[in-house]
């Protein structure tokens, strides 16, 4: 059996947290980092929280940055994460809660923080910036704000037990996707 991150040599790339449950990642940009994000929560049947401890954070971290610099065209950080499970699972509660729309109390401190780059050509675009915890929390906030901005914020849903909590992104033409994950297997459906 392969390690927490480690894939035989005959596996396509994957995302982790997003995989175990059986939805397809986020189609538009870098949402795929957050949707997998999300779905790091521990699940009985599905495996342990990904982010539960230093081993697996790492594991799921390297995974995650590598297939999110694929998806933006951008060269991907080595990332050293120490002690930074806790501060990401408090980044992911805050964006559980965001997305279940409870009301949320502000986090203690900033969420991530971002760079502006400007191209030869002229065009922007905007870096995550920080170590650790920080840069991935910077990218995850960044791949939020943008998905607000493109309307694709609010095609994020999750499976309404908690206990079973998948976050999926709804591609159906009228925003009504459910999701309806049986433990056998899990199927986006459409209303």
């Known amino acids: 059996m392969n390690s927490p991150g480690r894939k035989s040599a005959d596996s396509k790339p994957s995302w982790l947290g997003t995989g175990r449950y059986g939805v ?19 699940h009985a049947e599905k495996a342990p929280d990904l982010l539960g401890d230093a081993e697996h954070a790492r594991a799921w971290a390297a995974n995650a940055i590598r297939n999110w610099s694929v998806l933006r065209g951008k060269q991907y950080p080595t990332l050293t994460l120490t002690d930074d499970a806790a501060h990401l699972r408090e980044l992911r509660d805050v964006l559980d809660m965001m997305l279940s729309g409870s009301r949320i109390k502000p986090p203690r401190h900033v ?13 922007m675009s905007w870096i995550p910036s920080g170590h650790g915890w920080r840069w991935l929390g910077s990218a995850i906030m960044g791949e939020v704000v943008l998905s607000e901005e493109t309307g ?6 999750q499976y ?29 459906e459409r209303r």
């Open 24 to 42: 397809r990642p986020a189609p538009p940009g870098g949402l795929a980092l957050v949707q997998d994000f999300l779905n790091t929560r521990a």
């Open 111 to 123: 969420l991530g923080t971002a760079a502006v780059a400007l191209g030869v050509a002229g065009e």
């Open 152 to 157: 694709t914020w609010r095609r994020r849903k």
């Open 160 to 188: 309404r037990n908690p206990v079973r909590r998948a976050t999926f992104y709804d591609s159906s033409w009228n925003n009504r996707g459910v999701c309806r994950l049986h433990p056998a297997t899990s199927v986006t």
